[in-house]
């Protein structure tokens, strides 16, 4: 099977089906509170998020917003094309202290999730987790959220204004 990325997705080629769309992922462990900083929560865990993403609340949003809550998020590292069981195996890895996150969940106002996303080109798309990394995930006892931006390229190509609109 050859591998050809084309837009938020990966075709995968093979003789007998032609190409077939493969979703791309972002996995997170997001710890989220409206009463803690981000500093604060980095100190509770005794462990840094990814900065790029992580937040205070209050912070810029926007121009025009701001943050409602801090946000201490860590991601996967892998690439976006790989399965979602390598995303979540990784940022499950990366993230050994699940005990201290439940600790947090317990004392207050900090909820915590493992949070995907799935990037799908066309709308008839599908994605798979295996037994093995629902285990994986029901032992975090941690819960998933799971967002879905479906049709993205369709979205593109048919959005007023666009070539195929024209």
């Known amino acids: 099977m050859q591998d ?17 769309a493969m979703p791309t992922y972002l ?4 710890i989220i509170s409206a009463s803690e900083s981000l500093a ?23 121009p025009t917003s701001k943050w409602k809550e801090a ?11 790989a399965s979602l069981d390598a995303h979540i195996s990784d940022v499950l890895s990366r993230t050994p202290f699940i005990e201290e996150i439940h600790a947090l969940v317990s004392s207050g106002d900090i909820r915590a999730n493992l949070d995907v996303a799935v990037f799908l080109d066309s709308w008839n798309e599908s994605f798979v987790l ?9 032992n975090t006892g941690l819960p998933m959220s799971v967002t879905i931006y479906s049709g993205c390229r369709e979205a593109e190509t048919n959005a007023p204004g666009s070539v195929a609109e024209s």
């Not at 050809?4 to 077939?20: D, H, K, Q, W």
């Not at 996995?27 to 997001?30: N, T």
């Not at 946000?71 to 094309?81: A, D, F, I, P, T």
């Not at 295996?130 to 029901?138: F, Q, R, V, W």
């Open 4 to 20: 050809v990325p084309r837009g938020n997705t990966l075709l995968s080629y093979e003789a007998s089906e032609g190409y077939t």
């Open 27 to 30: 996995v997170s462990i997001d």
């Open 40 to 62: 604060q929560l980095i100190q509770l865990l005794d462990a840094a998020p990814d900065p790029a993403i992580s937040h205070d609340g209050g912070s810029a949003r926007s």
């Open 71 to 81: 946000l201490w998020r860590r991601s996967s590292k892998v690439e976006e094309c």
């Open 130 to 138: 295996t037994p093995e990394t629902i285990i994986l995930i029901g």
